[in-house]
């Protein structure tokens, strides 16, 4: 069955620096979402993004917070100036269709890790 | 924006018996509504959804019912069984797209 890929695993980074997280969605899918997780809490949505552009973003995603789609296979997310609470698991998700709500494939994350 | 409530936080059941887990949502606009079972460091892993246009959909031991009066849905595993055990995430969501998670159910099946 095919699965949405994350790398790295884990990244641990000192406060104030860049980090870039990458997904590979599902290859037939058109949506794809950040969400993060808290230790301890529930998911988060983060952005979803269709088209080669934001769809939608939560109030978490600030101008910190950037996304792109380098080429036809990765997504990744960018935090440019990383804080203490950037400390979090980072799911990449990804769903098939446009014009209906279709289930949401989530990556096995990466655990990010604030020093 | 939408906001989804889950209770118990925590539900330890008996090998056999069964379990229920409730969420309410808030936007009447939501119109899917999937279920996640979360292990320990893994990821969220969808186990059933269903669509604002049923009321109830089965796989197995596992149902989902939904009561969009009510603004309410809930999952049933019957026969639970000792890898039941995990954090349940109930969620929901409509034109937006987004899931909106509730805050998750540690479900705990003792043999």
């Known amino acids: 069955e095919p699965e949405v890929t994350q790398t790295p695993s884990h990244q641990v980074t000192q406060m104030g620096q860049e980090v870039i997280l990458r997904c590979v969605p599902i290859?037939?899918?058109?949506?794809f979402y950040w969400y993060r997780q808290i230790l301890g809490q529930k998911v988060e949505f983060l952005v979803s993004f269709y088209n080669n552009e934001i769809s939608e973003k939560s109030e978490i995603f600030d101008d910190q917070f950037s996304v792109e789609r380098p080429d036809g296979s990765n997504f990744t997310l960018k935090i440019r100036s990383t804080k203490l609470e950037d400390s979090a698991m980072y799911f990449c998700?990804?769903?098939?269709?446009?014009?209906?709500?279709?289930?949401?494939?989530f990556g096995d994350g990466t655990r990010l890790s604030i020093l | 924006g939408e906001n989804v409530e889950q209770h118990p936080s925590t539900l330890s059941v008996q090998e056999g018996d069964s379990a229920v887990i409730k969420c309410t949502y808030s936007?009447?606009?939501?119109?899917?509504f999937p279920w996640y079972k979360q292990e320990l460091g893994k990821r969220p892993q969808l186990i059933i959804d269903?669509?604002?246009?049923?009321g109830e959909k089965k796989d197995q031991r596992i149902a989902v019912t939904l009561n969009k009066t009510a603004k309410h849905f809930s999952l049933h595993i019957t026969e639970t069984q000792p890898e039941d055990s995990a954090v349940y995430f109930c969620?929901?969501?409509?034109?937006?797209?987004?899931?909106?998670f509730g805050s998750g159910t540690q479900l705990t099946v003792l043999p």
């Open positions: 969620a929901a969501t409509g034109s937006a797209r987004q899931l909106t």
């Open positions: 936007d009447s606009a939501s119109n899917y």
């Open positions: 269903i669509r604002s246009n049923v």
């Open positions: 998700a990804s769903s098939e269709w446009l014009y209906s709500n279709q289930p949401q494939h």
């Open positions: 290859s037939n899918h058109l949506y």
